[in-house]
């Protein structure tokens, strides 16, 4: 069975966006009962008909998998934006919620950042990094002068890191 830990060393977010696509369209433009010939049935082939019932399980792990790369590209758009000098206002809008949530929400992605290295050793930033994180992210009043260099002091650590970074978008 597919999980979206396991499609994760298989696909990218391109990839993985491909694949949902392709499955998704199959699922959309099969016929009402079109799957329901019994559960003697051979599933069809790739390509064909209406998507088979592991295609289907690997349809609802993608869409979490595509979820998830997302999530994750999405704070590394919005530490993006504080260190161009966005305010909270401006990068809550851009989410289409308010400050106080877009910030909290990058506040928790900081936190992941951090306890990943504690779980692994390895990936995922150290102290000194979540420190540089928090510092660039300020308070959710921080109201920057937008399209303006940076006050807070920029975050030295990248995103997390893996061995095949291939698997991140």
């Known amino acids: 069975m597919s999980t979206p830990d396991e499609l994760e060393s298989r696909f990218t977010l391109r990839t993985a966006v491909a694949r949902y696509d392709e499955l998704r369209t199959r699922e959309s433009l099969s016929a009402p009962g079109e799957d329901d010939d019994g559960p003697d049935s051979a599933p069809p082939g790739p390509g064909a008909g209406a998507p088979s019932r592991d295609e289907t ?13 997302a ?3 999405r704070q590394l ?4 934006a504080r260190r161009a ?15 106080q949530a877009a ?10 950042q951090g ?19 928090r510092a660039l992210a300020g308070s959710p009043d921080d ?15 990248n995103a997390v890191r893996h061995d095949d970074d291939r698997n991140r978008p």
């Open 85 to 99: 000098g966005a305010s909270w206002s401006r990068i809550g809008a851009a989410l289409g919620t308010s400050k």
């Open 77 to 80: 758009s919005v530490r993006s």
């Open 143 to 157: 109201e920057r002068a937008d399209g303006g260099p940076a006050d807070a002091p920029a975050a030295t650590g």
């Open 115 to 133: 306890g990943e290295r504690m779980r692994t050793g390895s990936i995922g930033w150290d102290d000194t990094e979540v420190a540089a994180a």
């Open 71 to 73: 999530a994750y590209g």
């Open 57 to 69: 399980l690997e349809l609802l792990a993608l869409s979490e998998l595509i979820a998830r790369k």
């Open 103 to 112: 910030w909290e929400a990058h506040h928790r992605w900081i936190d992941e």
